[in-house]
C-alpha cells in the first residue's frame, strides 16, 4: 500500500483509517466520501508545526478551503489553529455559520462580486487578497462608507510556470489572476494602493500553481517578489510587512509521484528565503503559505459499487462504477491521475488494464484510463484513494445526480457529517 492509512483485512477488506470500508459501504450506501479525520488534523498539525518552526509564530498558517470546504472541515481547521483562505461569499459564509475566528479570514478570488466584498468588510475578515485595480477602487471606497481601514494585500503575477500541469499553472504572465510584475502594471497597482485612504497595504501575494514537488518554483517566485519588494522600497520607500507565497505542495496519488516531506521542503525554502532577503537588504517580511491539496487529499476516499464490467474484445476493458465525474471531475478537467483498489477484494493481484467509467452522458466521465487495476465483479465496492481534494468542493449535479454523503472515519468510529442530497433536495429551488 502506498497510503500508509489504508490497508488490507483479514477478511480481504480494505481498511481506511483501521475501518473496514466495505462496511461502511453497507452501512452509508455509496458513492460515499470518507474524510480520515485523524490524518486530516495530522496534516494541520504538520504544517502549523512547520510553519511556525521555519518562518515564526507571526506566520499564521492558512488552509486554502476551496480544496475541500463544509462545516466540519472548518470547525476542524479552525481547532488545529489553522487560518483559512475563502474564495467566494459561500465559503466565507460556510466558514462563519460555525463560528471561525473572521479575523483569520482571507479573501481571495480574480473577480470578486460587490455583494461579497461588502460581505467580507462587513464580516470584518483579516484581508482581502485584492486582484485588480478595480477591485481595490471598490473596497476602498466601501470601506470609506463602513468608516473603516481594511487590511489587504496585492496578488501578483511573478510570470513563474511551475512545471506542472497547464491548467493548474496560475503565476504565469498571462494569466487571468492578479496583476503582472514584468509588465510594469504591479508597481502601479502598488501606488494606487498606497494612495488609498481606507486600506491598509499589509503586502503582497502570489501562488503560482499546484502538485509542486520541489523548491524552485517556490524560491523563483520569491526571488521575483523580493526584487519587486526591494524595487518598492528603493523608489517609493515603502516595505511589505507580509508576503503570501500561496500553496501547491503535492501530494502522491499513484506509486510514480513522490512523498513529500514538508519539514525539509519548508526548511530548504526558509534557507532560500533567508539568503534573498539579506542579498537585498530587506528588513524581514513575514512569509505566508496557504495549502490546500497538502492538508486534504490523502484524508479522502471515494467508496462505489461496481455495475457493469464491459470488455470491448480486442480493444479496452471498463470497469463501471455508480459515481464519476459529478462527484470527481478531476480526470475530466486535467487528466488527473489515482490509484483505486478492489475494497472487498483488496487482497487480489493488480492484474488487469482497465478503465473506470462513470454514469454520465459523456465519454469523457472516468475516473482513470488503462489503470492496473484488480479484477472486479458487479457488487464489488472500490475505493479510489487520496479523493479528499477538489473532488467534493467540485461536485456537480450533473445528469441530475445527487450529491454523495461524506462520512468520518477515525480509528474505528464513523460519523456522518455530510448528509446525501436526495431527489427532493435536487429540486428545492425550483418553481
Ligand atoms: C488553490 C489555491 C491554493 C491552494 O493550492 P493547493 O495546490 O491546493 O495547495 C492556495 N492559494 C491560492 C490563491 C489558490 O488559488
Not at 65 to 87: H, M
Not at 103 to 118: A, L, R
Not at 237 to 262: C, S, W
Request: hydrophobic fraction near 35%.
Amino acid at each position: 500500500m502506498i497510503h500508509s492509512n489504508i490497508s488490507v483485512l483479514e477478511n480481504g477488506h480494505i481498511a481506511f483509517s483501521n475501518t473496514d470500508v466495505v462496511e461502511l459501504a453497507n452501512k452509508f450506501g455509496t458513492p460515499l466520501y470518507l474524510l480520515d479525520e485523524k490524518r486530516f488534523r495530522e496534516n494541520c498539525k504538520t504544517y502549523r508545526n512547520t510553519v511556525e518552526k521555519y518562518f515564526g509564530s507571526e506566520s499564521i498558517p492558512l488552509y486554502a478551503s476551496k480544496a475541500l470546504c463544509c462545516k466540519e472541515i472548518y470547525r476542524i481547521v479552525s481547532q488545529e489553529g489553522l487560518g483559512t483562505d475563502v474564495v467566494s461569499g459561500g465559503e466565507l459564509y460556510t466558514a462563519l455559520s460555525v463560528g471561525f475566528p473572521s479575523e483569520k479570514i482571507y479573501f481571495h478570488g480574480n473577480n470578486k462580486t460587490e455583494e461579497e466584498i461588502i460581505y467580507g468588510l462587513n464580516s470584518n475578515i483579516g484581508a482581502f487578497v485584492v486582484d485588480n485595480f478595480e477591485e481595490l477602487a471598490f473596497i476602498n471606497e466601501q470601506a470609506g462608507k463602513l468608516n473603516k481601514v481594511q487590511n489587504i494585500l496585492l496578488r501578483l503575477s511573478p510570470g513563474i510556470d511551475p512545471h506542472t500541469h497547464r491548467a493548474v499553472v496560475t503565476g504565469n504572465v498571462d494569466s487571468k489572476f492578479g496583476v503582472a510584475i514584468e509588465t510594469g502594471q504591479a508597481f502601479k497597482f502598488v501606488e494606487k494602493a498606497l494612495e488609498c485612504k481606507n486600506v491598509n497595504l499589509e503586502g503582497i501575494h502570489c501562488h503560482i500553481g499546484s502538485q509542486i514537488f520541489d523548491k524552485y518554483p517556490f524560491t523563483d517566485a520569491a526571488s521575483i517578489m523580493l526584487d519587486f519588494a526591494s524595487d518598492i522600497k528603493n523608489k517609493l520607500g515603502f516595505a511589505f510587512r507580509k508576503i503570501n507565497l500561496g500553496g501547491g505542495i503535492g501530494v502522491r496519488y499513484v506509486e510514480n509521484d513522490p512523498q513529500m516531506d514538508i519539514d525539509s521542503i519548508m526548511g530548504e525554502i526558509k534557507n532560500e528565503l533567508d539568503k534573498l532577503v539579506l542579498e537585498r537588504d530587506l528588513e524581514q517580511p513575514i512569509f505566508l503559505f496557504e495549502m490546500g491539496r497538502f492538508i486534504c487529499a490523502d484524508a479522502g476516499m471515494t467508496l462505489y459499487t461496481v455495475g457493469s464490467v464491459k470488455e470491448i474484445e480486442g480493444y479496452k476493458k471498463y470497469v463501471c462504477i455508480d459515481g464519476g465525474m459529478p462527484d470527481n471531475p478531476r480526470y475530466a478537467l486535467y487528466g488527473s491521475k489515482y490509484t483505486a483498489y478492489n475494497a472487498t477484494h483488496g487482497d487480489r493481484e493488480f492484474d488487469i488494464v482497465a478503465s473506470i467509467a462513470g454514469r454520465c452522458c459523456e465519454s469523457g466521465d472516468l475516473i482513470g484510463e488503462d489503470m492496473n487495476l484488480q479484477r472486479f465483479d458487479r457488487g464489488d465496492i472500490m475505493a479510489v484513494a487520496v479523493t479528499g481534494a477538489y473532488n467534493y468542493s467540485m461536485s456537480s449535479n450533473y445528469n441530475r445526480i445527487p450529491k454523495p454523503a461524506m462520512v468520518s472515519v477515525n480509528n474505528g468510529e464513523a460519523k456522518l457529517i455530510i448528509k446525501r442530497q436526495s431527489y427532493e433536495d435536487i429540486l428545492a429551488n425550483e418553481i
